[in-house]
């Protein structure tokens, strides 16, 4: 089971940062992310998303490769590559997989002026070490889908 966890950090810098860390634990093999991304507002009070996956980039890709492909087969590579690469983002774009967008944008919306939100989807983690890797940055837990006494040991973890 996928165990989802929102900390509330300092500004973008801090919340690049938490992105950094968790990319750091995911290569140690302490923690294993199926998705990640961040919130912040931009000056005009919008929620802006950063997302760790681009679904549109892996999409234009692998359409670009089959639609070369098959353009081969009809001989007309060029032409099969450009709709495959178009067909390929939009169902990149479309097939959101992950954090939920919108759950991002109304805690992103609730957010503080220059305060950030990081957004971990983790199927496992060896917790004593990656809460011992985010302490430095004084996080706060906003939400998650952690059973009650996991959440509060949690939050009692990050505060001591």
Do not use: C
Not at 26 to 42: F, I, N, P, S, T
């Amino acid at each position: 089971m996928s165990h989802l966890v929102v900390l509330g950090v300092a500004d973008t810098e801090t919340a690049e940062q938490a992105l950094d860390i968790a990319g750091e634990l995911g290569r140690q093999e302490l923690l294993q992310l199926e998705d990640a991304a961040y919130v912040y507002k931009d000056a005009k009070g919008r929620p802006r998303i950063h997302q760790t996956v681009n679904l549109a980039g892996a999409g234009a890709a692998s359409g670009a490769l089959w639609g070369t492909l098959i353009g081969l087969l009809f001989f007309a590579p060029v032409l099969g590559l450009a709709a495959g690469a178009a067909s390929g983002a939009i169902a990149g774009k479309l097939g959101d997989i992950g954090i939920d967008d919108n759950m991002i944008k109304r805690i992103g919306a609730e957010l503080e002026q220059g305060r950030a939100a990081v957004f971990l989807l983790a199927r496992s983690a060896t917790r004593d070490r990656v809460v011992e890797a985010f302490k430095p940055l004084n996080p706060v837990v906003i939400q998650t889908n952690l059973t009650k006494d996991d959440e509060q040991a949690l939050v009692e973890a990050l505060r001591s």
